[in-house]
């Protein structure tokens, strides 16, 4: 209906333009169109505002009056007044749709008394099962529910109409040629841009906000330096947990760096093969070939090395060399998750080795220097602060990933406290920052407990981390881009 | 005039370094070079003029093989160094193009310090005996592509950094550094004030006594001071090809007599 009112509006106001030039649009400071986009926008703009208003008000305005029709008596022990509210919604919906199915006439709907008819049967005969025998003065309650909200969707709807119509015509009567509708346009394209970026940028700060207010409690609770310091990772419900961080950094910084040691080589690599050697019909099926790599959900990686790659390396690796333990290992993880970020460096870096310029290789080959030497000693060096940006990026994703921990590496924190040999053995089951925050959170939690807060901590130390690498990313990125520019 | 002569006296008794016969060069659908055949002299200077996109730099490129790169190059014909075919398969081109050295017409020094930007030729190709040695070669080259006083004192800055016509003789340097037999230049003069011009113009002349040279480029005075050779292309033809003196005094062909007298471009 908005819409119809903003297409008349649209229509009228470009005639009217049009008509006070005496159709010539050349006359017109604006093109038609802006005119009518104008009295379109005034129309739907405001309007829709009030709607959204209306929308979020109306239902808390009629709860309050609503529950005050609920006499403090009529509460019984074992509930309170919001599972009472809950039943006069179920049970005003529920007369909506008696009727909706013609099992009850409206007027019954409005005149019904509970100690006259079971309501609890008809109810469930449309298909609104209650809990238990309706009271009267929920059932009063209820039927108060259904007016006000019937009468208020009424206004609203006469509301929203009268506005997007005064604001088609206000729009309307100001069109003529001198007025300015194109600059009214361009400012609404503006608010529309500066709204979404708004949103995306309070939204970040929204989730830094929460983390910080959750972490302010668990540092409440906890002593913050054997938080940082602590090296052991032994979280029980019993109010004596151990809750330090470095054993859950250290598996993490383990495993990812085992994880860039597979991915940086192999995606390096496969970037220059890709950018300097192979022909373009290769390089147009190889190169989408590996990007699926990228679009592989990490659970499926997570199955790769929780049912090949573990049980593989415990056999043929760990067995013979007279290792015994688990399938669990860094080495699993790491491996499959440097399976996963071979794409992330080998497509960043072939982007970054495709922009130095042509005129460097040929510099190079012109003074009689091989392909292999071109790439070693001038493009790599020239595309070196893109290639350690990529890495970097790399890095962060790779301390961020969980699934592929859990079902790689087992949920088990590394145990500093044993000794250096048990800390860097690669065959040992270890667990990162990620996999515990999930396990902190998950099953039956309290949430003024330190050991389902720390997981705020935790969550809050890793974003600091990844955030300082992203930062440090592109910061070297950019300033690589400057040497071309 | 009189040096003019005693050039030309001097390109008699050298002996041929490059003969192209029949070159064709085509860049997908576009005829860039039609049926071109040019003998280039040894311990001479020869220079190409030309209107722009006439197929000079393509010509150039060919001489050591730096159409390879371009995809879309095709090139046909016959180029002999010493006798021997160029495009020959057994030939290798990385050796090729140690021999046959080339300045590009945009200057494109590596990013890396100014210093390495010389030594990489010599280090590649395994000219200097040690660091003294490769010290001495870079600068003999800064020096002799005159730029050495204006980078003594920050060898170790990046080669990026410098200015224009300071990188157009950068890359002079790295070229020569590598002591090829041939050097090709491409406009090499193009972003240098007069001063620094005349400078190379000299290094162009003392290289002589050694290597032949080829150049490009756009000033008709620079050919006439420079080159021993002209040859004059247009629209991807050969259009006449002699003696320096000979061409810009006495032009057989009427299209060169109006290029040279700048009737057109
Ligand atoms: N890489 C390329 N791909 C396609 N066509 C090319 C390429 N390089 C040159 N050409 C074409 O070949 C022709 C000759 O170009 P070339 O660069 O040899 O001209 P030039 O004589 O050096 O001109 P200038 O004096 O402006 O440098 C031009 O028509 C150009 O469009
Ligand atoms: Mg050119």
Same mark, same amino acid.
């Not at chain 1, 005050?68 to 309170?80: F, G, M, N, V, Y």
């Not at chain 2, 060898?155 to 200015?163: E, K, M, R, W």
């Given at each position: 209906m908005v819409f119809a009112v903003a297409a008349i509006g649209f229509w009228a106001a470009r005639n009217r333009a049009m008509t006070s030039a005496d159709g010539d649009s050349r006359a017109l400071h604006s093109l038609p169109n802006y005119y009518g986009t104008n009295a379109a926008l005034s129309a739907i703009v405001p309007s829709l505002a009030v709607l959204a208003l209306w929308l979020i008000m109306q239902p808390l305005l009629i709860e309050t009056s609503v529950s005050?029709?609920?006499? +403090?008596?009529?509460?019984?022990? +074992?509930?309170?007044r919001s599972l009472m509210m809950s039943d006069v919604r179920r049970i005003a919906h529920g007369l909506d749709t008696a009727i909706a199915e013609g099992g009850m006439t409206p007027d019954e709907a409005t005149g019904l008394r509970s100690e006259l008819t079971n309501l609890r049967e008809r109810l469930a005969s449309v298909g609104v099962a209650l809990g238990s025998d309706v009271q009267a003065e929920v059932l009063f309650a209820a039927q108060k529910y259904r007016m006000m909200t019937r009468r208020a969707s009424l206004y609203m709807m006469f509301s929203v109409l009268t506005l997007a119509m005064i604001g088609a015509a206000y729009a309307w009567s100001r069109s003529d040629k001198d007025f300015r509708a194109r600059n009214i346009v361009e400012k609404a394209v503006l608010a529309l841009l500066i709204s979404a970026a708004s949103i995306a940028i309070l939204t970040t700060l929204g989730i830094v906000m929460s983390m910080l207010f959750e972490t302010w409690n668990f540092f409440g609770q906890y002593e913050a330096t054997s938080f940082f310091f602590g090296i052991k990772w032994a979280p029980d419900?019993? !109010?004596?947990?151990?809750? !330090?961080i470095l054993p859950l950094l250290w598996g993490t910084l383990y495993i990812s760096l085992i994880a860039l040691v597979v991915a940086v080589p192999i995606g390096l690599f496969a970037a220059i093969y890709m950018s300097e050697y192979a022909g373009p019909g290769l390089r147009a099926v190889a190169k989408p070939l590996i990007e699926i790599l990228a679009g592989i959900p990490t659970i499926v990686y997570g199955l790769f090395a929780l049912l090949t790659v573990g049980p593989a390396l415990r056999d043929y690796f760990a067995q013979p060399l007279g290792f015994s333990g688990g399938a669990d290992s860094v080495l699993t993880a790491g491996l499959v998750m440097g399976i996963m970020l071979i794409p992330f460096v080998s497509s960043l870096s072939d982007d970054i080795i495709n922009a130095v310029p042509q005129s460097l290789r040929d510099g190079s080959l012109g003074l009689g220097a091989t392909k292999s030497e071109t790439i070693r000693q001038v493009i790599i060096p020239a595309a070196l602060p893109g290639i350690v940006g990529a890495v970097l990026l790399a890095t962060s994703r790779a301390i961020g990933e969980t699934m592929i921990v859990v079902m790689g590496a087992g949920a088990a924190a590394a145990q500093l406290d044993k000794g250096l040999l048990e800390a860097i053995n690669p065959l040992e089951a270890m667990t990162t920052v990620t996999t515990r925050i999930v396990s902190q959170l998950t !099953? +039956?939690? +309290?949430?003024?407990a330190p050991e389902t807060l720390v997981a705020f901590a935790l969550g809050l130390t890793l974003f600091v981390i990844t955030l300082g690498l992203n930062v440090l990313a592109l910061y070297i990125v950019r300033k690589y881009r400057e040497q071309y520019e | 005039m009189n040096d003019m002569r005693i050039a030309e006296r001097a390109t008699h008794v050298s002996t041929r370094k490059i003969s192209a016969t029949g070159v064709q060069v085509h860049y997908g659908d576009t005829h860039a070079i039609k049926d071109v055949n040019v003998e280039i002299e040894d311990k001479t200077v020869t220079a190409f003029i030309g209107p722009s996109g006439c197929g000079k730099s393509t010509f150039l490129r060919c001489l050591n093989r730096m159409n390879d790169t371009i995809d879309i190059c095709r090139v046909s014909g016959q180029i002999l160094l010493d006798g021997e075919d160029i495009y020959d398969p057994k030939v290798d081109p990385v050796q090729l193009r140690a021999k046959v050295g080339m300045v590009f017409q945009k200057p494109n020094p590596f990013p890396k310090s100014i210093y390495d930007n010389v030594a990489y030729g010599p280090r590649i190709h395994g000219l200097a005996k040690n660091k003294a040695d490769l010290d001495d070669i870079v600068e003999k080259s800064l020096r002799r592509a005159a730029i050495w006083d204006e980078v003594k004192d920050r060898?170790?800055?990046? %080669?990026? %950094?410098?200015?224009g016509g300071q990188q157009q003789r950068l890359c002079i340097a790295r070229a020569v550094a590598t002591q090829p037999e041939v050097l090709l230049m491409d406009e090499p003069c193009s972003a240098l004030d007069p001063i620094a011009t005349a400078q190379v113009e000299e290094l162009i002349d003392d290289l002589r006594q050694k290597f032949s040279v080829v150049i490009v480029t756009h000033s008709m005075q620079q050919a006439a001071r420079v080159s021993q050779k002209t040859a004059f292309f247009h629209l991807g033809n050969l259009v006449e090809f002699g003696e320096t003196g000979q061409i810009f005094t006495n032009p057989i062909d009427p299209r060169t007599e109006s290029y040279i007298t700048g009737r057109i471009g």
């Open positions: 005050k029709l609920i006499p +403090d008596a009529a509460i019984s022990e +074992d509930t309170t419900f019993r !109010g004596d947990s151990a809750l !330090g !099953g +039956d939690t +309290d949430f003024a | 060898l170790d800055a990046p %080669g990026t %950094g410098l200015s």
